[in-house]
């Protein structure tokens, strides 16, 4: 299969293009509270960048896949790069949203509240109230 079929067969269907779309509103989220003061050419080029950091890390993880592979790593370097792309851009937007979380003031918004309410049963079960 072609680098194209493979990239139809990782990302095709509805909840892959869910996928993608989350991953721009997590980049968009970051930069937007991040840089809230900033105009907003400079939100979104920073989100822009947020994105192809996080296409940039699936490459690596790619190559990675290529480097590691025993049997003949050039026969499959196609499915090699699609799965690099998805395990990449996942991880790198999940570790975005980690971040954005622990670190960015009010990076929820209005769910931080709705967040804090869930949260707070289990924070004192584990005697994290005070927290």
Avoid at 45 to 61: E, R
Avoid at 62 to 67: K, L, N, Q
Wanted: glycine share 10%; proline share 3%; hydrophobic share 60%.
């Amino acid at each position: 299969m072609s680098l194209a079929d493979q990239l139809r067969g990782r990302f095709g269907g509805f909840w892959n293009k869910v996928f993608l779309i989350l991953v721009a509103i997590v980049c968009l989220r970051f930069a937007g509270a991040e840089w809230a003061g900033a105009p907003l050419s400079k939100r979104l080029l920073v989100a822009l960048l947020l994105m192809l950091g996080c296409f940039g890390l699936g490459i690596v993880f790619g190559v990675f896949r290529i480097a590691v592979e025993h049997s003949d790593p050039f026969r499959h370097w196609d499915e090699c790069i699609a799965w690099g792309l998805k395990s990449g851009i996942a991880t790198a937007s999940v570790l975005l949203f980690l971040v954005g979380v622990l670190m960015v003031k009010d990076y929820l918004g209005p769910l931080s509240d709705v967040l804090a309410k869930l949260a707070e049963p289990l924070l004192k079960k584990i005697g994290l109230a005070a927290l």
